[in-house]
Every structure is written in C-alpha cells, then in structure tokens.
C-alpha cells in the first residue's frame, strides 16, 4: 500500500500560492533562463547498423540509411486555424471495464478545407535549408528516423522528414508517420482535465481521493497538485526494477494497479515542493475515466483529435494500432556508426505494449509531427480550450526557486525560453523516442520535432531548426510577475 504522508508544518508552496501574487497576475518570473545543449551535427557519415525485429530476437538484418534517404525535400502547406472551443460530448452511465481489452477502431481521417493564400513565409532557400539540417542530424547522431514540423505566422506548414519509420522493412518516414510522443500526452490530458474543470465536474482544488475510491492517496493532494507535479507522489518509473519487469514481458499489458504498485514513498509532503511524477498523470487518466465514464482515447477523440483534424493522432490504449507507426531504437555504440536494436513486440503499439500501458495517461497518444505542431498552435493560441483554462494552465507558472524544477512547469506545460525566445510546450521520451512540441507566442510559431531513439534530445534539433526558420534573434522575452 502507498501513500503521501501528511505532516504537521505548513505547506509552503500551498501559501506561496495563496498570499504571494494574486492569481491573474501570475506570468513567468524574469529568471526563466534555460541552457540549451551546444554543438552542431558534426561531419560524422553515415553508418551501417544492425536491427532486431523485436527486442526479444537476436540482430539479423544490416542496413545502411543513406544520406537521401527523405521521401522530399519538405513540403510547404497552407492551413486553416482549427474550430475554437470543441464542444463536448455527454457522458454515457456506465463507467468503461478496466479489464476489457477491445479497441476503437479510428475513423477515417479528414483535413480542414485549404484557403487561398499570399505566398508562404517559408521560401525555398528555407525549406532546402531545414531539410539539409533535418539530414545532418539524422546521419551524424545514427537516428533511424524524424519527422519535424514548423507552423508560420501565416498559416503555412513546413513538414520535413528523414530515415525511416522501420530499418529492417526499409519503410521510411513520411508525413504522415504516427511516432510516439511520450509525455507530449500530458498535454492533451491537461486540457482534457481543465474542461472537466471547467464543465463543473470537480475543482482543481478538490482532494482526489474522494474522486477515487479504492486508490488510498493523501487527503491533502488536489487535483492541481496533479497536474503541476507538486503532489509529492513518487515517479513508478522510476522504481529499480520496473524496467526488467517492463522488458521481460513487452507484449503484455499492464494495469494501472500493477503500474501504482511500483509506487514507493513519496518525495515530500503534498504542496511543499515541486517533482516531476508520470504518476500524477496515471491518476488523472483514471479520474477521467471514472468522471466521464469513458476511455481517455474517447474523449480526447470526440474533445480534440476529430475537431481540429488532427488526422493521425490516436490513444494507443484505447484505439485500434497503426501499422504506420514507428518503430522505437535503442542506440549502442559510438555517434555515426551506432548499432541499432529495434524494440517492437509486435501488438502495432510503440515501443512496446507494456510500456505504454504502464504509462496511461502520461504517454499513450500517437502522432505525426504535422498534428503535433498543429496541437501546439491550437493549444497555446487558445482555440483548444477556453480562455480562463489557458490562463490557468500557462498563468500558474510560480517561481519554484526554493523547491523547484529546473524548467518552469504549469498545469501540464513547461515554459522555458529557446535562444531568448519564450516558448510553451512539452518534451517526451520512452525507450526508443525523443520527442518536443513547442509554440513560441510572440512570434506565433509552432515546432514539433519526433524521433524514434532515445540517445540524443529532441529539444535540441528543435533549436536548430528554429535558427534557420528564424534567424533573427531578438532580445529575451521573459515576463516579470507583477
């Protein structure tokens, strides 16, 4: 049995909430500096690699990504803005089965129609430069395969792709290559959260407890505490031997009971500190599932994916499995001439079944980065949820100096500043995928960049990317709280 103790001393974050700075005037303080990762792609060249078909096979194919491997140099499109405000959907009695194993099927995709538009901000001398940049990346760091994803201030879309989806059956990326995106999920869980809020179904500052029976939690750990990591509960993927019982059986799926019961003694009191926890994220999967009586996949389906077209994204738990999707890689060996061991188990889900069942809802959406960045945009631009919730979520952003992150975090958002430019969004990783989402709010700039390994950060090919997009670098664009 786990459970967050409550203490006799006082909640020192809960009062800096309450007394310090009144609620909408909460921005980012003016000591949001972030360090980025130095280096460029290097001059390394491609390398021949060994893949598995699955983690439990030995290496058995040998195959070279040559430095052409991309489908296009990138294509440029025009978009329209997605639907503002998504109404939802009722709620049906029963509550879902947490034992059933039956899947959705996905809907057909459909695309917003194309307006008419002035000439794309992206030119040619820019798209042929992102690619060639996309390429080094691929090639020096032995990444299987990207997918990246810019939206301009226009309308306009820049999608860039490279390697392949899976080594072994010479199956490249493409556009519309589904990766997984890790805890990129918590976003849409956040916004799934705050419109439940926001419906009246519970307070951000009600205790969860009594919301979920049966799961013993501190009484003292709200919904809020959740979603901006200040619960004190301890990270189950972080417990020593979850990994060899994650590993040693890829193709099962897990329960969020099984998951929970690698839940170890929690960090610190409910509210007095800050600590980033995918166990936070479970509970608020399950809590919409008890609220709503429907799947997390159902209602991001009918909230988010269907109104803003967002075409190959998916719940991999609750939806059926594409045969798109990447494959994740473990990288051995040296940068430029890595070994590859390819961990698909063979269920369609990425990287494996029991991983991302163990996740829930902190890593179980699929997409390609066309949808991702898409999802940024409509997110942070305030077309996703309502204008209240967006502040909340982006607003409540404290100045953790004293027991916080190194990346300031919202309620399911980190805000961290990418070469002086203020930025909202969210990075992810499993074995076998490194991804980032980011929208840059002054500029009105959308990134996403998925990968299927998990050696080398995301967030940094982002940054490249943003200086060839972007080259002029203005001054830094922190908020001060008020």
Same mark, same amino acid.
């Given at each position: 049995?786990?459970?967050?103790r409550?203490g006799?001393r006082?909640?020192?974050?809960?009062r800096?909430?309450?007394?310090?700075?009144?609620?909408?005037n909460?921005?980012?303080?003016?000591?949001?500096?972030?360090?980025?990762?130095?280096?460029g792609?290097?001059?390394?060249?491609?390398a021949?690699?060994?893949?598995?078909?699955?983690?439990?096979?030995?290496?058995?194919?040998? %195959? #070279?990504? @040559?430095?052409? /491997?991309?489908p $296009? !140099?990138?294509?440029?499109a025009p978009?329209?803005? +997605? =639907?503002?405000?998504?109404?939802?959907?009722d709620?049906? %009695? #029963?509550? @879902?089965?947490? /034992?059933?194993? $039956? !899947?959705?099927?996905?809907?057909?995709?459909?695309s +917003? =129609?194309v307006?008419a538009?002035?000439?794309?901000?992206?030119? #040619?001398?820019?798209?042929? /430069?992102?690619q060639?940049?996309?390429d080094?990346?691929r090639?020096?760091?032995?990444?299987?395969?990207?997918?990246?994803?810019?939206?301009?201030?226009d309308?306009?879309?820049w999608?860039?792709?490279?390697?392949?989806?899976?080594?072994?059956?010479?199956?490249?990326?493409?556009?519309?290559?589904?990766?997984?995106?890790?805890?990129?999920?918590?976003?849409?869980?956040?916004?799934?959260?705050?419109?439940?809020?926001?419906?009246?179904?519970?307070?951000?500052d009600?205790?969860?407890?009594?919301?979920?029976?049966?799961?013993?939690l501190?009484?003292?750990?709200?919904?809020?505490?959740?979603?901006?990591?200040?619960?004190?509960?301890?990270?189950?993927?972080?417990?020593?031997?979850?990994?060899?019982?994650?590993q040693g059986?890829?193709?099962?799926?897990?329960?969020?009971e099984?998951a929970?019961?690698?839940?170890?003694?929690?960090?610190?009191?409910p509210?007095?500190?800050?600590k980033?926890?995918?166990?936070?994220?479970?509970?608020?999967?399950?809590l919409?599932?008890r609220?709503t009586?429907r799947t997390?996949?159902?209602?991001?389906?009918?909230?988010?994916f269907?109104?803003?077209?967002l075409?190959t994204?998916?719940?991999?738990?609750?939806?059926?499995a594409?045969?798109?999707?990447?494959?994740?890689?473990r990288?051995?060996?040296?940068?430029?001439n890595?070994?590859?061991?390819d961990?698909?188990?063979?269920?369609?889900?990425?990287?494996?079944?029991?991983?991302?069942s163990?996740?829930?809802?902190a890593g179980?959406?699929?997409?390609?980065?066309?949808?991702?960045?898409?999802w940024?945009?409509?997110l942070?631009?305030?077309?996703?949820?309502?204008?209240?919730?967006?502040?909340?979520?982006v607003?409540?952003?404290?100045?953790?100096?004293?027991?916080g992150p190194?990346?300031?975090?919202?309620?399911?958002?980190?805000?961290?500043?990418?070469?002086?430019r203020?930025?909202?969004g969210?990075?992810?990783?499993?074995?076998?995928?490194?991804?980032?989402?980011?929208?840059?709010?002054?500029?009105?700039v959308?990134?996403?960049?998925?990968t299927?390994?998990s050696?080398h950060?995301?967030?940094e090919?982002?940054?490249?990317?943003?200086?060839i997009?972007?080259?002029?670098?203005?001054?830094c664009?922190?908020?001060m709280?008020?």
């Amino acid at each position: 049995m786990w459970r967050a103790r409550v203490g006799e001393r006082s909640h020192r974050l809960a009062r800096y909430r309450r007394i310090a700075m009144p609620r909408s005037n909460r921005f980012v303080p003016v000591w949001l500096t972030v360090a980025l990762l130095a280096g460029g792609c290097g001059g390394l060249r491609p390398a021949a690699i060994a893949v598995s078909a699955s983690a439990a096979a030995s290496l058995r194919v040998t %195959a #070279s990504i @040559p430095g052409g /491997a991309s489908p $296009s !140099l990138g294509s440029i499109a025009p978009t329209n803005p +997605p =639907p503002t405000n998504p109404p939802p959907t009722d709620p049906p %009695a #029963s509550s @879902p089965d947490p /034992a059933a194993s $039956s !899947l959705t099927a996905r809907p057909a995709p459909t695309s +917003p =129609p194309v307006p008419a538009t002035s000439p794309p901000m992206a030119g #040619s001398r820019i798209v042929h /430069a992102l690619q060639a940049g996309l390429d080094e990346a691929r090639t020096s760091l032995s990444i299987p395969g990207i997918s990246a994803t810019i939206v301009f201030p226009d309308g306009t879309i820049w999608t860039g792709v490279s390697g392949f989806a899976d080594v072994a059956a010479r199956r490249p990326v493409t556009p519309e290559t589904p990766f997984a995106i890790a805890s990129i999920s918590k976003t849409f869980v956040a916004a799934l959260v705050l419109q439940l809020a926001a419906e009246g179904r519970f307070g951000l500052d009600d205790p969860v407890g009594p919301l979920l029976p049966g799961v013993d939690l501190d009484p003292a750990i709200t919904v809020r505490m959740l979603l901006d990591h200040t619960s004190g509960l301890h990270d189950f993927f972080n417990h020593p031997k979850i990994d060899r019982a994650l590993q040693g059986g890829p193709a099962r799926r897990w329960t969020a009971e099984r998951a929970l019961g690698y839940v170890q003694e929690p960090y610190f009191e409910p509210g007095t500190g800050w600590k980033y926890s995918n166990t936070n994220y479970l509970l608020l999967g399950l809590l919409v599932e008890r609220v709503t009586g429907r799947t997390v996949g159902a209602e991001l389906r009918d909230r988010f994916f269907d109104p803003l077209h967002l075409a190959t994204a998916y719940d991999q738990l609750a939806e059926a499995a594409s045969p798109a999707v990447a494959h994740g890689y473990r990288l051995t060996g040296p940068d430029g001439n890595a070994r590859l061991t390819d961990l698909a188990d063979g269920t369609g889900l990425a990287p494996f079944r029991s991983a991302v069942s163990a996740a829930g809802g902190a890593g179980s959406v699929a997409a390609g980065s066309r949808d991702v960045a898409l999802w940024a945009k409509a997110l942070y631009g305030g077309a996703a949820i309502d204008p209240a919730s967006l502040a909340s979520m982006v607003a409540e952003v404290e100045p953790f100096a004293i027991v916080g992150p190194r990346v300031p975090y919202g309620l399911g958002v980190q805000i961290r500043t990418i070469d002086g430019r203020l930025t909202y969004g969210h990075s992810g990783g499993f074995v076998g995928f490194r991804v980032v989402m980011r929208w840059l709010p002054e500029e009105q700039v959308a990134i996403a960049v998925l990968t299927n390994q998990s050696r080398h950060d995301a967030g940094e090919l982002a940054a490249r990317l943003l200086r060839i997009a972007l080259p002029e670098q203005g001054p830094c664009r922190c908020w001060m709280a008020s």
